[in-house]
């Protein structure tokens, strides 16, 4: 279904359970931080129906100061995350499930930022375009046999599909 060892890379064809997964988690978060999230977005190639994608969800909770994320840290973590360090600004990301089989991976970010807006962005532009979301597909492929215990050097090298996806819809 879902999960994957921290650290390493495995790209799987689309799973239909990946959206029901992905309910199903949102329903236990809402449960968790209760009104405190604006809303939620499934993000990442699990998202994009029919894409090959990392069997691992990832969800974007929106919230409308970015204070907010920090304080929800507590009752996320009761349920399951761990907070990771991160250096992507303008978000705190928390992961779901022991290193060897992390499940979710959850960023909060303030509805508007910077994060917020190129996350969408993105999904939306590989859910309208088949043979753009294809292309990433075949790269994220490839990426991942090359750096199958290297998920630093796969994202970085894939980042620049996408800043250049993000470029020309600016």
Not at 5 to 18: H, K, L, M
Not at 94 to 99: E, S, T, V
Not at 108 to 133: N, T, Y
Request: aromatic fraction near 8%.
């Amino acid at each position: 279904m879902v999960g994957l060892a921290r650290g390493t890379v495995e790209v799987v064809p689309y799973r239909e359970s990946w959206s029901d997964a992905y309910d199903a988690e949102v329903a236990r978060l809402r449960s968790a931080v209760g009104d405190r999230v604006r809303q939620f977005e499934h993000i990442g190639s699990t998202a994009v129906e029919g894409m090959a994608a990392k069997p691992i969800l990832d969800v974007l909770a929106v919230v409308d100061e970015s204070t907010t994320a920090s304080d929800l840290v507590p009752a996320l973590e009761t349920h399951g995350y761990e907070r990771r360090p991160d250096e992507v600004d303008g978000r705190v990301f928390l992961a779901k499930g022991p290193p060897e089989n992390r499940t979710c991976y959850l960023s909060i970010a303030e509805v508007g930022s910077a994060f917020h807006h190129e996350k969408i962005a993105f999904r939306d532009a590989l859910r309208s375009d088949p043979e753009l979301a294809e292309r990433y597909a075949s790269l994220k492929r490839r990426l991942a046999a090359r750096y199958p215990e290297n998920r630093q050097r796969y994202t970085a090298e894939k980042g620049v599909f996408v800043r250049a996806v993000l470029d020309r819809r600016d």
